[in-house]
């Protein structure tokens, strides 16, 4: 009812326009619209900052949401294998410190056989499995990084 | 001057002949290595890694925890080079592992991991030629990989004792399913008795390692050197407390801990010299006088942190060394089985020892077989261990 009202009244008024004015009026329309727009959207985020700032309890849930995003990225994301070689690394830094006389002398003495066959397999599977098979075109390709043909002499 | 140009023709051929024979060299291959180590590391390298699913497969093939299948059956035929570069390394008597002992804590061992791999191939692949019934094949794998285990032995480290002794226990006890689940000939019998006596008196005891590590250890108990021992600390009880000892360490702190390891030596080597009983009657009093509290005795520090665990290693060779004596003696009645055509009711004479005991093994004759049982408990494991051994009818 409102906005039928606002077209009649509008039909009624006799304006006159030109090209120059409804420019000017244009540009500060839409200059307005942008400061507006910018105001709304900065609006709602002042809230929400406002928010978690001011209650406690909600910084702590957003803290452990974090936290749980977080483990469930790594858990998730990265392959068990992939853990496992992270831990073992952090541990030592290559295989070849696993395999050292040291490495292996006192991880004897502290559990026995069991350890130091454990450090002994640690060791091998850093290096990780072999390919079954390369033939002579794969060889070229690993070593040249691309598809070479064999040459005719 | 007919005998003068046959005399020159003569001449000229033996001088062809010589020159030739001189130049042959020139033309060889080079020799193949005179050092098994270089065969084995070869061996190390050409065969496929497992991936998960199938290491645990060979290991368990090897122990004799499952049949063979097809898969573990091709893959094993794809490590065929490995094992074969392994067999030739069973000719060689030298083996040189060229370990730069000089890098002390440091040094490589990695040959170590890769020898227990691929002794587990290389059973493995014993086990599929006992499941085939080719019996001859199945024992040389089994006296290749015995060789290996011999040859891991070889340098003095201790290390390198204890793979020995899990691949000398691992092939043990595949010869002992072979030998249960087929008929040999006499001949074949006294051949293996032969090859594995031959291997045996190749092995060193464990006195050899211990003195290398004895050396070893003590190059750190020195005022330049002690502070590397600090990440090999463990992180228990009183670490702090010897790591604080170790960061003030003098000249005289290491003087007297290196007095005292030596002393702790002298008391091993000689209380190892002692039978099986006697010697774990001196394990109180060495750990009462030598490893003590070293709070109150800082002199004990480097010995408590550097001495090896000499009673463990000991038992394992024990341990090791006497299931090798038993399964020489049931040599020894499978070749009177063989002759005879029955078991014999009592050992031959001279047959090996049980180490713990010192004794003859208790020899009992079972239905399908027989039982070779050990007449004194094994101190560590608070075990008595018997040897079953079956006859293929």
Known sequence: ?153 | MKVNNKTKLVLFILIGFIILTLRCPAFALPPDPDNAALLYYQAFCVYEKPDDTMEDMVRRLAGGGMEPNPTITRYIESCRPAIELAASAEELSKCNWGLKYSEGFDMQARHLAEARMLTYIILADARIALAQADYDLAIRRCLTARKLGVDVGQDPMTVGFLVEKAIEKMTNKCIQDILSSSTMELETLQQLKTQLNELDSRIKPVEFFLKTEQELMSMYITPERIREVLPQIWSGDGSDFARELILNADEQFCRRNLAHFNDYWSYVFSALKLPYQQVFNKKEELEKNYVGDFKENPDATMTVILGPAVYKMYGLGIRSDTFSNALKTALEIYEITAKTGQLPDFLPAGSRKDLYSGEDFEYEKTADGFILRCRAKDLIKNKTYEYEFKIEK
């Open chain 1, 1 to 153: 009812m409102k906005s039928e009202k606002t077209e009649k009244l509008i039909k009624k008024i006799d304006i006159e326009t030109n090209a120059k004015v409804n420019k000017v009026v244009l540009d500060d329309v839409l200059k307005a619209f942008e400061k507006t727009r910018k105001e709304k959207s900065a609006e709602p985020q002042m809230s929400i900052k406002n928010t978690i700032l001011k209650s406690r309890i909600t910084k702590l849930a957003v803290a452990a949401v974090i936290i749980v995003a977080i483990c469930f990225f790594f858990t998730h994301h990265i392959p068990n294998g992939q853990i496992e070689t992270l831990q073992v690394t952090q541990i030592a830094k290559s295989p070849a410190e696993l395999t050292t006389f040291a490495s292996l002398t006192f991880a004897y003495r502290e559990g026995g056989m069991e350890m130091f066959e454990k450090m002994c397999d640690k060791a091998l599977k850093m290096t990780g499995p072999r390919p079954a098979e390369m033939s002579m075109q794969e060889l070229f390709e690993e070593v040249n990084g691309e598809n070479l043909e064999r040459t005719e002499l």
